[in-house]
């Protein structure tokens, strides 16, 4: 069998590429292997929250995923606040004030991940290998063949490994990647709190790290915290009234009305944090993406952001060159494809990185003070600041921009 396109793993990213791929005309094979789980609005909510920028959420539209997690469970946020332990320094962004409906909207990765599900389904030109994995990489007549477990033999024009932070794909195609460990944890757990969270995404920086409470539909709050992997693995630990102590010590001392007291919590789990950069995004006719190409802090709850961003990428830089009669695979296409996004990413990825240093305890609270007072005072900063988180910011791909992959596909016959 030979594809335009093998997209390896149908995570959030590897999912919208392929149905987005499938719709702009490319014949496209999905290589996954756990089909996700049904999702019912009924079930408790999940722990995995993300929240997505307007820009994802324009993107997740046009894979047709959108509309299906509106019909479900989610929850936009028009206010953001930062702050430090002591509130020296606070910075508060309003949608109203951008002139935006909303700075983005919570939904939880289960419900993202089965609506994509449906819409690979449905959508005609996608053969889906599931449950399946790759075994082997090889080069026919110098384009990709891939082996898989089940013994099938596939083989692609290009290949796009989507397939998370420990991609098979990158070892495959021989991509070095640069590799920090934060010694640090995630800690994620749903939580109520004593007047509900109406729409706020709120995170004090505290000594240990971030921790942020995002908003859910039903008024409690997703709270990611992040902490030296030993004090996770202690919170972890503890009954469910002496964690939710710590949290209201932690969340304690501000004179600000909200987050208010936590008064119940659901399960908690902690992920390691790191930060990963892909040396290139391209290879030997194979593209990189999402968490496969780079992992970022989660203290801006960007990563699967920019995931998105590279799967619309991808998708502008393939309908460009089929428009100009060049090969989608051609050396050419997959360095812009691969310039383009790996110099957004560590933008960010060091942009957060450079965040989460002003914030440790090692820090100069000048420098700190310094920071924050720019970015409060400056409309010049805060705008780019919220082009960024919005998605929006002019580099991003079109279809972030308010552009539909028709306008894309329309602009390819002129
Ligand atoms: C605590 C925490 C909080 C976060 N909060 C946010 C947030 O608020 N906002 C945000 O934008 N991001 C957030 N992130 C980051 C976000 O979760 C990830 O960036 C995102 O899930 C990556 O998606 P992906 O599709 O690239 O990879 P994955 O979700 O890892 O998907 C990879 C897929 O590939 C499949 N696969 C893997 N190997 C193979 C193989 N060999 N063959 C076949 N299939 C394979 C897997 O089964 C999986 O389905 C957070 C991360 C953490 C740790």
């Keep these: 069998m030979k594809y335009d396109v093998i997209v390896v793993g149908a995570g959030m990213v590897g999912a919208t590429a392929a149905t987005l791929l499938a719709r702009a005309g490319f014949s496209v094979a999905v290589i996954e292997h756990h089909e996700p789980a049904p999702f019912n609005k009924e079930q408790a909510v999940g722990l995995r929250v993300s929240a997505?920028?307007?820009?994802?959420?324009?993107?997740?539209?046009?894979?047709?995923?959108?509309?299906?997690?509106?019909?479900?469970?989610?929850?936009?946020?028009?206010?953001?606040?930062?702050e430090d332990r002591e509130e020296t320094v606070r910075l508060e962004f309003s949608a109203a004030e951008f002139g935006l409906e909303r700075l983005g909207t919570l939904v939880?990765?289960?419900?993202?991940?089965?609506?994509?599900?449906?819409?690979?389904?449905?959508?005609?030109?996608?053969?889906?290998?599931?449950?399946?994995?790759?075994t082997s990489l090889e080069y026919v007549d110098g384009d990709p063949s891939i082996g898989l477990d089940s013994g099938k033999i596939i083989q692609s024009r290009l290949l796009v490994g989507a397939d998370g932070a420990n991609s098979e794909i990158r070892k495959l195609l021989g991509i070095r990647q640069d590799h920090w460990e934060y010694g640090q944890s995630g800690l994620v757990c749903v939580v109520q709190t004593v007047t509900p969270n109406n729409g706020l995404a709120w995170q004090r920086f505290l000594e240990g790290g971030p921790l942020a409470f995002l908003p859910l539909a039903d008024g409690s709050s997703s709270i990611v915290w992040s902490l030296p992997e030993a004090d996770a693995a202690r919170l972890l630990s503890l009954d469910n009234d002496t964690f939710i102590a710590e949290i209201n010590h932690a969340i304690s001392g501000g004179e600000n009305h909200w987050p208010d007291r936590v008064s119940s919590c659901g399960p908690k789990a902690a992920f390691p944090l790191s930060m990963r950069?892909?040396?290139?995004?391209?290879?030997?006719?194979?593209?990189?993406?999402?968490?496969?190409?780079?992992?970022?802090?989660?203290?801006?709850?960007?990563?699967?952001?920019?995931?998105?961003l590279d799967a619309a990428g991808l998708v502008e830089v393939l309908v460009d060159a089929r428009n100009r009669n060049v090969d989608i695979a051609d050396e050419k296409?997959?360095?812009?494809?691969?310039?383009?996004?790996?110099?957004?990413?560590?933008?960010?990825?060091?942009?957060?990185?450079?965040?989460?240093?002003?914030?440790?305890?090692?820090?100069?609270?000048?420098?700190r003070r310094l920071g924050f007072g720019v970015v409060s005072s400056s409309w010049t900063v805060r705008d780019a600041f919220i082009k960024r988180a919005t998605g929006r910011n002019r580099n991003a791909p079109a279809l972030a921009r308010g552009q539909t992959l028709t306008d894309l596909l329309r602009a390819e016959h002129h």
């Design 108 to 134: 939880e990765n289960e419900l993202v991940q089965w609506s994509l599900w449906q819409s690979l389904l449905i959508q005609g030109g996608i053969d889906l290998f599931c449950p399946d994995r790759v």
């Design 333 to 367: 296409t997959l360095e812009k494809y691969a310039r383009w996004r790996r110099s957004e990413s560590e933008i960010m990825a060091r942009g957060m990185h450079g965040i989460r240093g002003l914030f440790i305890p090692e820090a100069l609270g000048p420098l």
């Design 52 to 82: 997505f920028s307007p820009g994802s959420a324009d993107i997740l539209g046009e894979a047709g995923a959108w509309r299906q997690i509106e019909r479900q469970r989610f929850c936009p946020y028009r206010r953001m606040v930062v």
């Design 277 to 308: 950069l892909g040396e290139r995004y391209a290879a030997r006719r194979g593209v990189l993406m999402g968490d496969a190409a780079h992992v970022v802090h989660p203290l801006a709850g960007q990563g699967v952001n920019l995931g998105l």
